[in-house]
């Protein structure tokens, strides 16, 4: 075994598990709940599990050939392959309090952990999330640790929404606070955090400078701060000055251009990278674009801005001074 391989996830697709038998007689039967036939049995048994107190890891170092064809057989309706998806969804929410299984757990950081440094120092890491939901992110950044060999990780949390607590409680052993934005800063002690991870974008915050106060008073000197920031500048805002209003989000967020972001962390940190996170685009959406940008632009300059207009948020990773 290689436990460097391994990850702590919030749930797992349960094609080859291995239980400890106490772990299925403390979540108690019947083991699969007959209210999620076939759709979300997994991830109900995840939450199952963690909510005992026992964690659930992906092991990176074995290998399952699953001899079943994944797609979706002939004698099986698509429509009613998505009825069946939409029910089961519908049920977690019911029975999680509102937790959504996709929506509050696929929220990874995958793409962003890569470019995070190995630490110089292997001693015990602390790591806070803020805004992330059940938590993902501090998983990945947690995961990530693990690939240098660092295993004496603490998580904290602060969120403003009640219904992640009992997640956030199942990985973390630091402190859980749920409480408004403002009162972010009086829930930890100063200079504590190896890492903070921001799940939601730094302009969606009411008070954003207050926001980014409160996280370098949190983080420790040379410590590092993954921000994201919602390129409100994006195809979405593009089309709707074109007319379209389909794909227009109108979840309030303050128009803050990049490098108004950077030349505020700056103030307190080095800017470590700045990663652009982008929307996937079907090529008829691509070329509806396309069609919608001005006349005269040669053709590289207008993959140039589509490009740019394709960007959902930029990941700040900043070092603090």
Known sequence: PDLSKWQERLRLVTTLTVFRRECLLAIGLPWGDVGFFHDFADDDIAFRVRRMGYRTMLAGDTWVHHNHDYSISEDKDPEEFRRSL???????REKYHGVDAWEDVNNFWM???????????????????VDTKCGTPILDVKNRLRNFGIFDVELSAFTQSAKYVVDLNTICEGIVACDREEFLGDQFLPEYFDYIVVDRPINRYHEPQKIINDLA???KPGGLLLLPLLNTFSFREYLYCQGRHDLYSREFAYHIPPEALQSALTAFGAIKFCYPRYTSLSEDDQKFLLSKLPQGLSEQQKMDVLRNLMIERFIFCVQRM
Do not use: M, V, Y
């Open 217 to 219: 008073r949190l983080l």
């Open 86 to 92: 939409q029910i089961g969804q519908e049920n977690f």
């Open 111 to 129: 793409d962003i952990t890569p470019h995070i440094p190995e630490p110089k120092c292997k001693e015990r890491k602390a790591i806070l999330g």
